[in-house]
């Protein structure tokens, strides 16, 4: 299939989008699609707008995925976290996400705020998409200037995927659904 423009995180995604979301996640894996209103509610009660078209995505198609990106339990629901998560404490979402580019903190000098800046990676500025080790976790991030981008955070750093510059969620689908591997 080829490739289709990137959405901008706001804008109601095209037809063709909608009906490419529609194919790459089976209607026999789909969690139920959530509703808009219920999408609404969610954001609302956690102070963020959700990029699309996964916004979209998760309002009219499928609320999750058994099979699909990540490979390891396919597309999480809104909300849930992956067992083995290791972020502490409660997650911000509406937080400015910490990070505009890479950082491999493992092997980093120790900071004094080094534990805590890893922690708002994990907890803030995203929502998590799934897994696929239980080492590393592909998240969306939801606020700041990554607004849309997939990033993958890992026991040694968090990266954009691909690095240096970020696929947008579309980006991340298509290139899952192509069989590209990760």
């Not at 219920?38 to 995925?65: D, F, H, K, Q």
């Not at 950082?103 to 998409?129: I, N």
């Not at 939801?142 to 240096?164: F, H, N």
């Amino acid at each position: 299939m080829a490739a289709m423009a990137s959405t901008p995180p706001d804008q109601r995604p095209d037809e063709a989008t909608l009906e490419f979301l529609r194919i790459a996640f089976q209607p026999q894996w789909r969690e139920p699609a959530l509703g808009h209103e219920a999408v609404s509610a969610w954001e609302s009660a956690n102070r963020v707008t959700l990029p699309e078209p996964y916004r979209t995505l998760l309002a009219e198609i499928a609320g999750g995925s058994s099979l699909g990106p990540p490979e390891d339990g396919g597309l999480l629901p809104l909300g849930w976290l992956p067992p083995g998560w290791p972020g502490q404490g409660d997650r911000n979402p509406a937080a400015p996400f910490p990070l505009e580019e890479s950082w491999a903190w493992e092997g980093e000098p120790p900071a004094e705020d080094r534990d805590e800046r890893v922690a708002d990676v994990y907890r803030q500025g995203s929502v998590v998409l799934g897994t696929d080790d239980e080492l590393s976790y592909w998240v969306l991030v939801v606020t700041g200037p990554q607004r849309g981008k997939v990033w993958l955070i890992a026991d040694a750093g968090a990266y954009p995927y691909p690095a240096p510059e970020a696929f947008g969620f579309l980006e991340w689908v298509q290139h899952w659904h192509a069989g590209n591997g990760w």
